[in-house]
T-cell receptor, first 114, second 109 residues
């Protein structure tokens, strides 16, 4: 069974640009959530999608957005990049985050903003 | 913040010794999960313990949960150099996970 796939693995962008990250969950999983990890702030929740609907959103500015497609694949977009957006972005996949099931993470996308 | 905290923040032990790390959280939970992260890579799922369970084992891992104290512990027995990583606990709530601050474990060969 394939794991959670995040693409790309590494990305370097310039301030002001925008970026789109992709996450393909484990087959059959309908919940996808996104997290930002930085040395100073740890793992911070961005948003969670289930069956193409955003069910929860963390405390991030509107420059951070996401969506989920009918095949459960999810994308997150960050517009007008700032230096502080440099981080490891992780997505997690589970059958249904609200239930008692394991959540599995991808390898992450390392975003560097210069 | 609903985030939990791991204790200690850093732990250094000799290969073969046992490593214990603790996690405290703030709200009631349905389950608690432990993850391992190797140097800036993705999180690897280790074990899930439900709120009505008190102890769970998986290989060299033993997890306990005390919901009255809102705490959990992860014990790694007979540690190996390959266990060197950061360990996080995560609790569920409101369609998101709340992660602790992590324990950085170093196992010295």
């Amino acid at each position: 069974k394939a794991g959670v796939t995040q693409t790309p693995r590494y990305l370097i962008k310039t301030r002001g640009q925008q970026v789109t990250l992709s996450c393909s969950p484990i087959s059959g999983h309908r919940s996808v959530s996104w997290y930002q990890q930085t040395p100073g702030q740890g793992l911070q929740f961005l948003f969670e999608y289930f069956s193409e609907t955003q069910r929860n959103k963390g405390n991030f500015p509107g420059r951070f957005s996401g969506r989920q497609f009918s095949n459960s694949r999810s994308e997150m977009n960050v517009s007008t990049l700032e230096l502080g957006d440099s981080a490891l972005y992780l997505c997690a996949s589970s059958l249904n985050l609200g239930a008692v099931t394991e959540a599995f993470f991808g390898q992450g996308t390392r975003l560097t903003v210069v | 913040s609903q985030q939990g905290e791991e204790d200690p923040q850093a732990l250094s032990i000799q290969e073969g010794e046992n490593a214990t790390m603790n996690c405290s959280y703030k709200t009631s939970i349905n389950n608690l999960q432990w993850y391992r992260q190797n140097s800036g890579r993705g999180l690897v799922h280790l074990i899930l313990i439900r709120s009505n369970e008190r102890e769970k084992h998986s290989g060299r891992l033993r997890v306990t949960l005390d919901t009255s104290k809102k705490s959990s512990s992860l014990l790694i027995t007979a540690s190996r150099a390959a266990d060197t990583a950061s360990y996080f606990c995560a609790t569920d709530g409101g369609n998101q996970f709340y992660f602790g601050t992590g324990t950085s474990l170093t196992v010295i060969p």
